[in-house]
T-cell receptor
Framework: NAGVMQNPRHLVRRRGQEARLRCSPM?????VYWYRQLPEEGLKFMVY????????ESGMPKERFSAEFPKEGPSILRIQQVVRGDSAAYFC???????????FGPGTRLLVL | KNEVEQSPQNLTAQEGEFITINCSYS?????LHWLQQHPGGGIVSLFM???GKKKHGRLIATINIQEKHSSLHITASHPRDSAVYIC?????????FGTGTSLTVIP
């Protein structure tokens, strides 16, 4: 049973470009969480999704950021028109049910030049 | 004020020492998690607690719901325990994270 997979592991973008981060949850997990870790800061919750539904996006910036978890395929975190302040590590985690132990992916390190 | 406070922020210990990391929270929770983040950045979930105490190898986690406090203990610490330990509380849909305790165990 493969763990949570994230790709790419590293992503470099120029200001104004789009960044797409992918997360494949563990097999059998239908709950996905996205977190951001800014340099020298702690983890911050962004969004919680189940298949085809956004359950809680209260931690996600209102503009430029969006997330989806389609019926088929990975969960996608999309950042439009990236700015330098978006540079961070973005972690995805999955669980079989909400509130249960979460399994973290290796993260995507985004660098905006 | 953060919903989750950890102490200490940094901790250096000699190999073999008993280590305690503390976590206090101010919100109502359904569960509390202890996470370990290695220098390479990977995150591992160590414990999920809603009451009492759990033990896994040399690691012990306790929680006092009334006092809104949890502790993570490491017995017979080893250099490979060097990592950042993060306390996180689950309030339903959301997680709130402490800023982490950076542990260095010296041989």
């Amino acid at each position: 049973n493969a763990g949570v997979m994230q790709n790419p592991r590293h992503l470099v973008r120029r200001r104004g470009q789009e960044a797409r981060l992918r997360c494949s949850p563990m097999k059998g997990h239908s709950h996905v969480y996205w977190y951001r870790q800014l340099p020298e800061e702690g983890l911050k919750f962004m969004v919680y999704l189940q298949k085809e539904n956004i359950i809680d996006e209260s931690g996600m910036p209102k503009e430029r950021f969006s997330a989806e978890f389609p019926k088929e395929g990975p969960s996608i975190l999309r950042i439009q028109q990236v700015v330098r302040g978006d540079s961070a590590a973005y972690f995805c985690a999955s669980s079989p049910q909400n509130g249960e132990t979460q399994y973290f992916g290796p993260g995507t390190r985004l660098l905006v030049l | 004020k953060n919903e989750v406070e950890q102490s200490p922020q940094n901790l250096t210990a000699q190999e073999g020492e008993f280590i305690t990391i503390n976590c206090s929270y101010s919100v109502g929770i359904s569960a509390l998690h202890w996470l370990q983040q290695h220098p390479g950045g990977g995150i591992v979930s160590l414990f999920m607690l809603s009451s009492g105490k759990k033990k896994h190898g040399r690691l012990i986690a306790t929680i006092n719901i009334q006092e809104k406090h949890s502790s993570l203990h490491i017995t017979a610490s080893h250099p490979r325990d060097s990592a950042v330990y993060i306390c996180a509380v689950h309030t339903g849909n959301q997680f709130y994270f402490g800023t982490g305790t950076s542990l260095t165990v010296i041989p």
